[in-house]
């Protein structure tokens, strides 16, 4: 698991921790934001659908996992990238399990938002959100900075997960 915290850091990444998924923290509030807090659920664009799953299954899907890397970015576009390419590894290596959740920021315009197609639909991963995931608390509990941004000129710290077995 080493291998993938360390490509992480090659990719540019602030930090990585390989962590259990007993160590991320679930709220169902947290889909009170991905469903009504983010203007891209009511369009029900391509990085939002639910896919017929529920909460309840959601959460199922990540404690089946026995190893998850936590990335941690300030930005939001090249950590988009590191967790796919991250998810590549691990499975090329065997892991045809592993995938990663974040919310999609693979293209510097969305395209789904001008009404045309998704160039990469194959690249879109379901954002930590509409899963449940309490970023905020995960990556506090875990040491990670993780703070409600005063303004647009303070750093941002984005998280991104990929679960590997």
């Known amino acids: 698991m080493e291998k993938y915290i360390q490509l992480a850091k090659e990719l540019g990444m602030v930090n990585a921790k390989i962590i259990s998924s007993k160590e991320i923290c679930f709220d169902i509030r947290a889909i009170l934001k991905c469903r009504w807090g983010c203007e891209d659920f009511l369009n029900q664009t391509i990085r939002c659908h639910p896919r017929d799953t529920t909460f309840q299954e959601r959460v199922e899907m990540i404690k089946r996992y026995n190893h998850i890397l936590l990335v941690h970015s300030n930005d939001a576009r090249t950590l988009s990238e590191a967790v796919l390419e991250i998810e590549k590894a ?20 969305c395209a789904v ?27 506090r509990n875990l040491g990670f900075p993780c703070e409600v941004l005063q303004c647009k000129e303070s750093t941002q710290n984005r998280y991104g997960f990929v679960l590997i077995d």
């Open 90 to 109: 691990a499975f090329l290596d065997g892991y045809y399990f592993a995938f990663a959740i974040r919310f999609c920021n693979l293209c510097r315009a």
């Open 113 to 139: 938002k001008e009404g045309k197609p998704c160039p990469t639909p194959e690249k879109v991963r379901p954002c930590d959100q509409s899963f449940g995931i309490d970023v905020y608390k995960t990556a």
